[in-house]
Each structure stands twice: as C-alpha cells, then as structure tokens.
T-cell receptor
Framework: AQSVTQPDIHITVSEGASLELRCNYS??????LFWYVQSPGQGLQLLLK??????LVQGIKGFEAEFKRSQSSFNLRKPSVHWSDAAEYFC??????????????FGKGTHLIIQP | GAGVSQTPSNKVTEKGKYVELRCDPI?????LYWYRQSLGQGPEFLIY????????DSGLPNDRFFAVRPEGSVSTLKIQRTERGDSAVYLC?????????????FGPGTRLTVL
C-alpha cells in the first residue's frame, strides 16, 4: 500500500522569502503525485501533479515541484511567498501503473504561516 | 461551470442516529470519491465509484458506512448508528475518468458532528 510522509507539521516563512515543503512517498511502482492546498473554509485545490515525463513540474500560483525517484520525494517550492499563500498543504499519491487502492493517499499536511 | 457541491454543509446529530450526506459531482464526471478528514489530518479515502458501481470500497471503516450512486451522478454516503468517532469533515471529489490519471475536483465538504 502506498503512504505519504510530510515531516513538517508547521512552517513559518517571511513574506517574500523562498519556500520548500517536503514530501516523501512510499509506493512500489511509478506513482502519480499531487500537491493540494486547503485554505480555511475552502475546498482542496490542486496546485500541480506529476504523472510522467519531466521531473520538474510547474503549477498554479507560482508553485513548482520536483520528482526525485532516488529519494522517493516530491518537494514543493516557491521562490517568493505571498501572505495569501498561508494555508494547509497536502501531498498525495495515487496508484500508477502498479495498481493499488483507487483513491488518493494523503499526507497529514503542512501548515504554512506567513510572517509580515 | 459548477463545481462539486455537498449538502448539508454542517450536520449535527446524536450518537446512535442515522445520517445521509449528499454529493453532486461535476456534470459529466464518471468517477466519484468519498474521503473523510479528521481534525489535523489529511483526507482519508473511503470509497470510489465508476459510474453506478462501487469500484473500490476498501476505505470504508466498517459496515455502518455505506454509499450509493444509483444513476451514476449524485451520490449519498450513509452512516448508521453514528458514533462520536465519526465526527469529521466528509469530502466528495469527482474526476473525468480513471483514478490517478485525472485530477480530482473536491467539494467544500460536510462537517459532521456526533454528540
């Protein structure tokens, strides 16, 4: 079965500073990988996804993520954060060609706090 | 266009009662998913429908939980004999096709509180 670890429960970043949120996954085959953002009172919104091909993927709102198979990681980055980026961020893995449960498996999330 | 909608947005019930939570997916989406999100946790997969049939119900915690999608569109999650531990936000998502290959669009959720 697949699993996702987000080692940082909370991260505090100053506005304008760069951001990296960590995500490690466990899956026996090539996974489908996702980053979602959840703001208070809002539904989950997809930031970006990796299925295959180029390991550096670009998403919405200036976010990018890099798939590193050797490290089983899919870290999310942004060069300069804005106060509106404060939210909960979830990494998720979906079964790729190897099968497995049909839903997404989410990490526990990282709460991003932006300091002025 | 309209996104995934869920009703009610909040539901308060007493221990032992029966509840139904409704999900209206995006029009044309054949796949529908239910997740449960407890406080401080990520969403946890419950069940996946492809069309009218439950293709994967491996995430349902026990037989008190049941879901239907009789016409391949709207789905209802049913919880019998509710327990305080069932309190959570229940999320519904839909997608165009095969799991994993297509983006899942999430609804705002139903917050269930069992007293």
């Amino acid at each position: 079965a697949q699993s996702v670890t987000q080692p940082d429960i909370h991260i505090t970043v100053s506005e304008g500073a760069s951001l990296e949120l960590r995500c490690n996954y466990s899956y026996g085959a090539t996974p489908y990988l996702f980053w979602y953002v959840q703001s208070p009172g809002q539904g989950l919104q997809l930031l970006l996804k990796y299925f295959s091909g180029d390991t550096l993927v670009q998403g919405i709102k200036g976010f990018e993520a890099e798939f590193k198979r050797s490290q089983s990681s899919f870290n999310l980055r942004k060069p300069s954060v804005h106060w509106s980026d404060a939210a909960e961020y979830f990494c998720a893995v979906g079964a790729g060609s190897g099968g497995g449960a049909d839903g997404l498996t989410f990490g526990k999330g990282t709460h991003l706090i932006i300091q002025p | 266009g309209a996104g995934v909608s869920q009703t009610p947005s909040n539901k308060v019930t007493e221990k032992g009662k029966y509840v139904e939570l409704r999900c209206d997916p995006i029009s044309g989406h054949t796949a529908l998913y239910w997740y449960r999100q407890s406080l401080g946790q990520g969403p946890e997969f419950l069940i996946y429908f492809q069309g009218t049939g439950a293709a994967d119900d491996s995430g349902l915690p026990n037989d008190r939980f049941f879901a239907v999608r009789p016409e391949g569109s709207v789905s209802t999650l049913k919880i019998q004999r509710t327990e305080r531990g069932d309190s959570a936000v229940y999320l519904c998502a839909s997608s165009r096709g095969l799991p994993g290959a297509y983006e899942q669009f999430f609804g705002p959720g139903t917050r269930l509180t069992v007293l």
